[in-house]
């Protein structure tokens, strides 16, 4: 499945997440497919010839030739403030992929799965959700880690998968300000959190991790501190720049 080769993709839709992020649509003629919790390569060229490439996790299951990918604005940065802002229906970029085989989640496995997101993380592990609708009883639990309730990505369409399917449990972790309501104050990810909306670790779930190393290093620990098998973390991060 996996393709080391250039292929060209066409913008066919692109809608906001947040007021700093953009979900793309892509379709890219010839596209082997991919699993959830893939990645791409992203290549863009200008017309001096300059090229700037930049990895983007999966958004959704693989589809035919479309794929989607969901882009995070990131304060100087080369290629997203592009993408994010720029980028119009029926321009071409060029992907390589799907890439990674250990981050991935198989509808045939088993559950529970604990999904454990900061920030822009969350895109690879909404992959995992979507995947599962309709096809997969697997137990998932979710807890994403994000600044604000501003910042949350794929809100609306999380709240109705909780509630349209009992089997996903959903729980955001503020860590800069929080919704009316909320008691937990503002704060970084701890065991506690962990405790209260993850899995036991006597129920062996395999738990995917994702988001910035900071991020990722603390929680994978906290994991195995709290008893899970290392050899049923897995986790993937991207630098402080996203």
């Known amino acids: 499945m996996v ?20 979900t793309l649509a892509l379709e890219a003629a010839g596209w082997p497919g991919h699993l959830a919790g893939q990645h791409v390569d992203v290549r863009l ?75 822009s993380g969350l895109v690879p592990l909404m992959a995992m959700v979507r995947a599962r609708a309709g096809v997969s009883r697997a137990p998932f639990r979710l807890v994403h880690s994000v600044r604000t309730p501003e910042d949350r990505l794929y809100a609306a369409e999380l709240r109705r998968r909780v509630g349209e399917d009992g089997g996903l449990d959903v729980a955001h972790l503020y860590t800069r300000s929080t919704p009316e309501g909320v008691e937990r104050a503002p704060g970084r990810i ?37 008893g899970h098998d290392p050899g049923l973390v897995r986790t993937e991060r991207f630098g402080s720049g996203g």
């Open 45 to 119: 060229t200008a017309e001096d010839g300059y090229q700037a490439v930049r990895s983007y996790s999966l958004a959704a299951p693989t589809d035919g030739d479309r794929l989607e990918i969901t882009v995070q604005r990131t304060s100087g940065g080369e290629v997203s403030p592009f993408l994010v802002d720029d980028l119009a229906p029926g321009d071409e970029v060029e992907v390589r992929g799907p890439l990674g085989g250990w981050f991935v989640w198989r509808p045939e496995d088993p559950g529970p799965v604990l999904l454990v997101a900061g920030g």
């Open 3 to 22: 393709s080391r080769a250039w292929r060209t993709a066409v913008l066919v839709e692109r809608h906001p997440e947040t007021a700093s992020a953009s």
């Open 190 to 226: 701890g065991a506690d959190d962990l405790i209260a909306h993850g899995w036991p670790a006597d129920f062996e779930p395999v738990c995917y991790v994702c988001g910035p190393t900071g991020f990722v290093e603390t929680a994978a620990a906290l994991l195995v501190a709290l």
